[in-house]
C-alpha cells in the first residue's frame, strides 16, 4: 500500500516534494536532535489524489491518517478528545515551494466543551484553556467554515465594551467562555450545523480544508505570478501543540540566523512573551526585539543561537525558524531558508565562504542574477511609502523624479537651468532627443518595450516607462489625467523604470552601489564561466560604465544612435532628403567628421578589448519627422495660407511618405540600406578606421570588428564584405599604419540561420540579434505584440513567458543551434555571440552557453548580472555532465 | 592535346555545350545525310580560354584552327586566299543557347583585291564577284572593326545618286568596283590601317570578333533577363559558302515544319530569288511566301518538303531552317527547334503525339507551363502596334481597356451605365472596392504585389497594374502625367496585368479559350501527376471558374474578402468600432447571415470536393478608412466648423489609431485575432457549419476544412481546435445533421515549421502559407521589398529570383521540409498542401511534388498551369530516380 502519511521522524529534508517544505524541514530538524514537537505529514500526493478523486479524502487515507494520530498519542502518552489528557494538535501547510496564500494554521485543534476542561485541570489554568478554545474555534471557523474574521473580534470587541475592558489581556475565563457561547451560535447561525464536537471530524475537516486552500484565488494568482505548477499540491503537517501562552516563561517568536536586510552575521527577529503563533500576526500586541530575549531569558537565549548556528552549519543558508517556548523549554516549529534582499544575499554567500560553511561555487550559484538587479540601479527606497497613480512597461530600469513638462524643449531649458524635469509624451520621436537628454526620465503612454522612448533611454541609461496608457494626456492644457486625478506641468512625479510604476511626488531614492562583497562574488564568478561578456554601448560613457562593471568588450555599439544626436540630426536629414547622390555625399561629409569622432572616443575608452561596431540599421524615416503631424501641420498650414513653410513641409511631407513602409521592420533597413546607398556605409567604415587608425599611432591598442547587419543571404555579406575591406585597405594606406579588425554579421533573420554555413565564409564572426530573430521566428511585431496581445497570450498561458524577455529556446533557440553548427562546420574557429537583449537575461544567457557561444552582450547594468549567470550557467552544466 | 576545332562530320546534335547549337546541328544533318556544306566548328571551351587568357587566342587554338582550314580546302578542292581558285566561308557565332544580340555573320570572307578576280572568273560573273566583295567588306566592318552601318549605305546611295540610279540590282560590276574603293578608304580613315587583304588574318579577327560579342551589351542584357550562365561562351562556324545570289536558280531563305502561329501542320516561311542571307533581313526587297518556291522550283521545293520531314522525325520536334539554292541545289545552313506561340506549342505537342512521333510523356514535358498562362486570360494581340507609355508591376494578369476614371464613386455610376473604366488611383483601400467591382481593370501608382489593389484584383480576376511610380497622379486635376505626357479623365488607356503595361488607346485583344488539344494535354497531365491541384477561391463564380479549370477542390478561401463587399464593410466597421463585446456581437450576428450565404454559395459549387476556409486573418484596421486621409479631412473640419461630422470622424480616427500597428504584417491578426475576440471566430464557424448543414440536408455531400492561420505556438491551435470543435457539434446538433469536417492550421511562420510536430497533434492537415513565410523567413515585406530593394537586388544578381514569385528552396524550402518531416512524423496521414501564390509557379510547384505535398492551390486561372507542372515534375522525377 502506498504510503500518504510519514511520521516526521521517518522523513528528511530531502522529502520536500512529497512532505512539502515546511514538514520535511521539521523531519531534518528532529533528525539532528532539535527540540521538535512530534507530528506527521500527509503528503501533496494525498492532495493530488484529493483533486482527482472529487474533492474527498480517499479512505486509505484517512486510515493512515488515523494510524499515525495514534502512534502521535503513544509518543505524547495524550489523547485526541480525552477530556482527561487531551492531546491538541496544530495543523499547517506546507507545499513544497513556500506559498503564501494558502491557509497557515490552526492552533489548539481538539478542543471542544468537554477538553477545554481537561485542559484547564491538566494546565490547572481556566483562563488559558479557555483563551485556547476560542482562539481554536475562532481560526476553524475562518480558515475551515469561512466565517468572516471581523465577526469574530467583533464579538470580542461586544464583551470588552460590555466589561469596560480596553485589551484583551484583561478578559477573564468567564468572559472567554461568555466569548465562546457567542462564536458556537454564530457558527451555528453561520453553517447552520453546530460546531464540530468530535476532534477527529475537526480534525478531518482542517485537512480538507488545507487542500482546499490550495486551489484559493490567493493562492493561484501566486503560483502564476512565480511559476509554480498547479499539479504539486500541498502536504499538511499534524502536530502536538505547545503552549507559549502558559505564562511569563513562555512565548513565541520568529527569527533569523542572520540580517535578512544587510546580510550581517547577527540573530534578527521578534518575539512576545505569554503568546500564541497568531498574536506575532495579529498585531495586538508589539513583538519585541529577539535580543531582548538574552536578559529575559538567558538560558533560552542561549539554547537558541546554539540551534541557530547548528541549523546554518547543517544546512549551510541563512535560516527562517519559528519557535515556542513552553515554561522556559524551547521548542521549534519550523525552519526555511531565510527571504533576504539582493544585497544580503551577496553578503551572505559571500561570508558563508569565508566563513568555510560553503564553496566559492556555492557562493555563485546561491545569488539569482535577476535578484542582484536591483543593486545596479537607483532605485525606490523600499521602505518608502509610495502612491502609485499608474503603471506602464519597465522600459528602462532605474527610478528617477522631477517636475513634469510635455514639451521637449521646455524639458531642454529647465534641465539647462538645474531643474529636475519628467518628459511626459504620447511617444517620442527623434526630434525630442534634446529634451530626453535633459530629462531624469521619460513617461510615454503608448509604444512599447522597443519604441522610440524605450530604446533612446535604454541608450542613455536613463528611466522610462512606456505605453503607460491609464494616463491621458492633453497637451494643450499641459497636463495629463488618471481617472479623476489630474497631473499639471510643473507637479512633481517619480518614475521607476525597472517596475513600470509611476507615483506622485517625489520618493525616497537608493542609489546603485557595488559592496565589496558583491565585487568579490563577481570575481569568482570570472573564475568559472567560460562565456566571455561584452556591453552594448554607444557611447564612450557607457563604454566606461561597462568596462567599471567587467565588460570584456562592446559586443554591440549602434551606429544610428549617434544619428541622432541633436547636432547631427540636421545634418543626417539633408542626407536623406537629398534627391542625388552628390548632395547625399556632401551630407555624408559632414556626418564623416561627428562619426569618426564617437568611435575614436568608444574605442579609446575600451582600448585593448574589441569593439563591436554595427554599421546603420534602421530605415531611414526614423530620422524623419512623424507623417501624420506633418500632415496635420500642412492642413493648418494652408489655412493660415503661410506658403513658404507650407511648402518646404510639403517637401519633407513627399520624402517622408517616399520612404514610408507598411512594415518597416521587414522594409529597406540594415545591409539593405547599405547595398542601395553605398555610400552610407563607406562613410561609416571610413570613419571607423580614419578613428581606428588616428589611436593606433597613438600606440592604443583598438579592435574594431565591424558589423554587417540583417543579412538574408551570402551575396550581401559577399558584397560589403567587399567594401568594408576596400575602405579599410584605402585608409589603412593613406594613414600609413595597420590595425587588426574583423568583420562579421549580425544573425537575425530565420534565413541567415537555415544559411549560416553560406554567411560564415564571408564572416569572421556572427553576432545574434535576439530581438529581432525572435520577431520574425514569431512573426511578432514586438512593439505591436506587447501593446496588443503578449500580455493577454501570458495570461492565459498561451505563452508561458515572453519571448522578447526570455529565449525561446524551441523555437529561437533552435535556428540559433542550427546557424552555430553550420558555422562553426564550415569555420572552426568562428567567434559567435549574442547581442539581444537576452544576451543579459540569466535563462538565456544558459542556453547561449549550452550552445557553445564565445560571449554574451548586453547593457552596460546588465554586465554583473550576465557575468554571474554565465558562471552559474558554467557551474550547472558541469553539475550534469 | 585538347580538341578545340572539330570538323562539321566529327559533331552530333549532342554535343551542343561544346559546339554551340548551330555547330551541333549543322554536324547532326551531315550525319543523317542532309545537304550542308562543310566547315569546322570553334568550341565554345576556346571562347571561355580567349577571355581567361586576357582576350588572346592561344597559340594551339590556332593552329588546330588552320588544320582545320587546311581540311576544307582538300575537301571543297579551294584555296583560301589562292586567286585561281578562291576558297570563300562564311563565320558565324553559336551559342550553346540561342541568343540574339550577339554577332551574326560574316560571308564570303577570303575575299581581296586578288581573289575576287579569281571569283569572277572562276564564275564568269564579274558583278556577282564584286557584289560579294563589297558586302563582305562591309560586314567586316561593320561586326569586326565597328564602323557604323549607315557609313557604308552613304557611300552606295551616293554612286547610286550620281549615277542616277534607284535599286542596288542597277548597279554594275564596275559600279561596284568604285564602292569597293570608298569602302576601302572608309576603312582606312576609321581604323588607321588598310582593310585586311590576308584572308587568314581576316580568319583569326572574324573569329575574335565572334567571341568579343558574346560579351556586347545587347547579349548581356538578353543573357541576364533569360537567366543564361555568362560563363557558357560561344563557339565559332566556319562554313564553305553556297551562293543565293547566283541568278534566277538561285536564292535563300527560312522556313518553320509547322506554322509557328498556330501550330498547323505545313511549311511556313519566306524566300528570295537571287540573293544572299542578308538581303532578308535588310528588308531591301520583300521576301516571297515560301509556297510559291512550288511554282518556281518544283524540284527544289520538293526536296525541301522532304528535308522538313525527315528533320522533324528526326528531332522530335518543329524546326526552324536556313537553306540557300546554289544554282539549282538545296544547301541547308541551319536548324535548331523552332520558336511558337504558346498556342502552337501545345497544338504541335498534342498532334506529334497523334502523328506517333513522341509519347504523351514528351508532349506533357515539351509545354512550357508559363508560357500557357498567356492563354489563359484575355491578352493584347501581339500582332498589334501598340505605345506602352509606362510600366509597372504585373499585380494581376489579363488586359483591359477603358476610359479612365479617378474617383471610385464615379467608376461604380459610368460602369453601371455600361462604360467600360479603368480605375486609377495612387492606391485603393477598401472604401474603393464598389469602384473596382464596376471597372474594368485598376492602375495604381502605389503598392507592390500584396497591395490591396493587387490582391482584390487577383481575387475578382480582373487585370491590375500596380506601383507603377512612372505615372504622376493629380486628383484634385483628375489626370495623371508621365513624363510631359498628360492623361485625363475620360482619355482611354489600355492596361495589361501580365506584363504591367499601360498603353494609350484601345488596342485589340484575345480572348481566352481553352482549345481542344489544350485540354487534352491537360488530360494526359492528370494521368501523370501524383500532386492534386487546388484553386484559391472566395466566391462561388471563382469556385467555378476553378472547377471548369480542373480544380480538384478550394485550397484557400480567404473570409475577409467576404467582409470587404458594399453591403458588409460598414456592417464589418460597426462591429470594429464597438466598445464592449455585447455591441460587437449584435454586428457579428448581422455578419452571420451574409458569410452563412457566402459559405453556402461556395460549398455548393465545389460539392463532393473538399473547400479549406481559412478564418479572418487581416489586422481590422484593415476595414477601416485610411489614418491619414481622415487627419486630413479632420483638420478640413475644423476650419469648416462642421462640429458634428467632426466629431464622428474624430471617433473613427480614435479607433483607427488605438488599431494602428508599427508592422501590421506581424501584429494583431490571423489566429490572435481569434484568440482575443474568440467571437469573431465563433460567428464564421457558425457560419460554416449552418451552411454545410444546409447543404447537407439537401443531399448535397460537402467537406468543410476549417483552417486556423499565423499560429506560431501549440497553445493557439488547441485552444482554438477547442472553439471549432464545440460550435461544430453544437450547431450540427441544433441541425439535427452530421457533416464531414477537418480542422488545420495554415503554417506560415518560421515557428511552425520547427515546432510542427507539435503543432500537428492539433491539426488534420497542413497547409503551407508562402507568402508569409517567405516574409518571416527573409524578413522582407513584400509590399517594401518589391517596392524598394528587390528590383536592385535581383538586377544586381544579389538574389537570382524574386523569392515572392519563384519559392526560396534554400530557406522557405528548408523550413518546409522541416515541417512536414515533423508533422509526418507524428501523424502519419497528415494532408500537407501550399495555398501561397507558389502553388501556381512551375518550379514552385515542382519543389512541392519533391517534398512530397498532398496539392497545390493557386489562382483559378492558373490551375490549368499548375496541373501541367505537377505532371512534369513527376515525369523529371521519375526519369531522375
Redesign the interface.
Known amino acids: 500500500m502506498k504510503k500518504y502519511v510519514f511520521q516526521f521522524k521517518e522523513g528528511r529534508a530531502s522529502m520536500k516534494n512529497l512532505l512539502g517544505g515546511k514538514g520535511a524541514n521539521l523531519a531534518e530538524m528532529i533528525h539532528i536532535g532539535l527540540p521538535v514537537p512530534p507530528g506527521f505529514t500527509v503528503t501533496t500526493e494525498a492532495c493530488t489524489r484529493y483533486y482527482k478523486e472529487g474533492q474527498k479524502i480517499a479512505e486509505d487515507i484517512l486510515e493512515q491518517t488515523f494510524d499515525a494520530l495514534r502512534e502521535l498519542e503513544q509518543e505524547t502518552g495524550k489523547k485526541l478528545g480525552n477530556p482527561d489528557n487531551p492531546l491538541l494538535v496544530s495543523v499547517r501547510s506546507g507545499a513544497p515551494i513556500s506559498m503564501p496564500g494558502m491557509m497557515d494554521t490552526i492552533l489548539n485543534l481538539g478542543l471542544n466543551d468537554e477538553t477545554v476542561e481537561g485542559l484547564a485541570r491538566s494546565t490547572g489554568n481556566r483562563r488559558f484553556a479557555h483563551d485556547c478554545y476560542r482562539r481554536f474555534i475562532q481560526m476553524f471557523g475562518n480558515v475551515v467554515l469561512n466565517i468572516e474574521h471581523e465577526r469574530f473580534e467583533d464579538i470580542i470587541s461586544g464583551v470588552k465594551k460590555r466589561r469596560g475592558f480596553a485589551l484583551d489581556t484583561e478578559l477573564g475565563a468567564e468572559d472567554w467562555q461568555d466569548v465562546i457561547e457567542q462564536y458556537k451560535n454564530l457558527v451555528l447561525k453561520h453553517t447552520r450545523r453546530e460546531f464540530p464536537q468530535d476532534p477527529r471530524e475537526q480534525l478531518v475537516m482542517a485537512i480538507e480544508a488545507v487542500f482546499r486552500s490550495w486551489n484559493n484565488h490567493r493562492a493561484i494568482i501566486y503560483r502564476k505570478i512565480n511559476k509554480i505548477p498547479d499539479e504539486l499540491g500541498t502536504a499538511v503537517n499534524v502536530q502536538a501543540m505547545v503552549f507559549g501562552n502558559m505564562g511569563e516563561d513562555s512565548g513565541t517568536g520568529v527569527a533569523f540566523t542572520r540580517n535578512p536586510a544587510t546580510g550581517e552575521k547577527e540573530i534578527y527577529g521578534e518575539f512576545l512573551l505569554n503568546a500564541q503563533g497568531e498574536d506575532v500576526v495579529a498585531g495586538i500586541r508589539t513583538p519585541r526585539n529577539i535580543k531582548d530575549m538574552a536578559a529575559l531569558m538567558p538560558d533560552v537565549y542561549r539554547q537558541l543561537t546554539d540551534v541557530c548556528a547548528l541549523l546554518e552549519k547543517h544546512y549551510k543558508d541563512m535560516q527562517d525558524i519559528e519557535f515556542t517556548v513552553e515554561k522556559g523549554k524551547l521548542y521549534l516549529l519550523q525552519t526555511r531558508n531565510g527571504k533576504r534582499t539582493a544585497a544580503a544575499a551577496v553578503k551572505i554567500a559571500v561570508d558563508m565562504v569565508k566563513e568555510g560553511l560553503i564553496s566559492k561555487e556555492e557562493a555563485v550559484l546561491r545569488v539569482s542574477p535577476e535578484h542582484v538587479v536591483s543593486l545596479l540601479h537607483r532605485r525606490i527606497d523600499p521602505e518608502a511609502k509610495v502612491e502609485v497613480i499608474a503603471k506602464g512597461l519597465p522600459a528602462s530600469p532605474g527610478a528617477a523624479w522631477g517636475h513634469i513638462v510635455f514639451d521637449p524643449d521646455e524639458a531642454e531649458t529647465l534641465g539647462q537651468q538645474g531643474q529636475k524635469v519628467i518628459l511626459v509624451r504620447t511617444e517620442t520621436t527623434p526630434d525630442d532627443i534634446h529634451g530626453i537628454v535633459m530629462a531624469q526620465g521619460v513617461l510615454t503612454s503608448r509604444g512599447g518595450m522597443t519604441s522610440h522612448a524605450a530604446v533612446v533611454a535604454r541608450g542613455m541609461g536613463k528611466p522610462c516607462v512606456c505605453g503607460c496608457d491609464a494616463i491621458s494626456i492633453d497637451l494643450e492644457k499641459e497636463e495629463f489625467r488618471v481617472g479623476d486625478l489630474v497631473v499639471k506641468k510643473g507637479d512633481i512625479i517619480s518614475i521607476d523604470g525597472s517596475t513600470g510604476q509611476v507615483i506622485l511626488g517625489q520618493v525616497p531614492m537608493i542609489d546603485p552601489v557595488l559592496s565589496p562583497e558583491f565585487k568579490e562574488l563577481l570575481g569568482w564568478a570570472d573564475e568559472f564561466r567560460v562565456l566571455s561578456v561584452r556591453a552594448n554601448a554607444d557611447t564612450p560613457e557607457d563604454a566606461r560604465v561597462a568596462r567599471d562593471f567587467g565588460a570584456e568588450g562592446i559586443g554591440l555599439c549602434r551606429t544610428e544612435h549617434m544619428f541622432m544626436g541633436q547636432d547631427r540630426l540636421p545634418v543626417v536629414q539633408e542626407m536623406i532628403m537629398a534627391e542625388t547622390k552628390a548632395e547625399r555625399e556632401k551630407a555624408l561629409a559632414k556626418l564623416l567628421d561627428f562619426q569618426r569622432q564617437d568611435f575614436e572616443g568608444i574605442l579609446e575608452a575600451m582600448r585593448d578589448l574589441p569593439v563591436t561596431i554595427r554599421l546603420l540599421d534602421p530605415p531611414l524615416h526614423e530620422f524623419l519627422p512623424n507623417?501624420?503631424e506633418l500632415?496635420?501641420e500642412i492642413?493648418?498650414l494652408k489655412?493660415a495660407g503661410d506658403e513658404e513653410t507650407l511648402k518646404r513641409k510639403q517637401e519633407i511631407l513627399k520624402r517622408v511618405k517616399a520612404l514610408g513602409?507598411?512594415?518597416?521592420?521587414?522594409?529597406?533597413r540594415g545591409c539593405?540600406l547599405g547595398?542601395?546607398y553605398p555610400e552610407i556605409y563607406e562613410m561609416q567604415v571610413r570613419a571607423i578606421f580614419l578613428a581606428a587608425c588616428s589611436l593606433a599611432k597613438r600606440g592604443i591598442k583598438v579592435y574594431p570588428e565591424v558589423e554587417i547587419p540583417?543579412v538574408?543571404?551570402d551575396?550581401?555579406l559577399k558584397?560589403l564584405r567587399e567594401l568594408v575591406e576596400n575602405i579599410a585597405a584605402q585608409v589603412m594606406k593613406e594613414e600609413e599604419i595597420k590595425v587588426d579588425y574583423s568583420i562579421g554579421t549580425m544573425i537575425?533573420?530565420?534565413?541567415a540561420c537555415?544559411?549560416a554555413d553560406e554567411l560564415a565564409r564571408y564572416a569572421d564572426f556572427f553576432s545574434f540579434g535576439t530581438n529581432?530573430l525572435t520577431?520574425?521566428?514569431?512573426?511578432?511585431?514586438r512593439?505591436?505584440?506587447e501593446a496588443?496581445?503578449l500580455p493577454?497570450?501570458i495570461d492565459?498561458?498561451?505563452?508561458t513567458e515572453d519571448p522578447f524577455i526570455v529565449l525561446?529556446r524551441?523555437?529561437?533557440g533552435?535556428?540559433m543551434k542550427t546557424a552555430v553548427g553550420l558555422g562553426r562546420g564550415v569555420k572552426e574557429n568562428l567567434t559567435v555571440g549574442i547581442c539581444g537583449e537576452h544576451g543579459g537575461e540569466p535563462s538565456s544567457v544558459e542556453f547561449c552557453h549550452e550552445i557553445g557561444l564565445d560571449y554574451v552582450s548586453c547593457s552596460p547594468y546588465r554586465v554583473p548580472i550576465a557575468r554571474l549567470a554565465a558562471a552559474q550557467a558554467a557551474l550547472k552544466n558541469k553539475k550534469n555532465s
Open positions: 507623417a501624420e500632415i496635420q492642413a493648418e489655412a513602409e507598411f512594415n518597416p521592420m521587414l522594409g529597406l539593405r547595398i542601395l540583417l538574408s543571404n551575396n550581401e558584397l537575425e533573420i530565420p534565413r537555415i544559411t529581432d520577431q520574425t521566428t514569431y512573426g511578432f511585431s512593439d505591436d505584440a496588443k496581445f493577454y497570450y492565459h498561458k498561451i505563452l525561446d524551441r523555437g529561437v533552435y535556428l
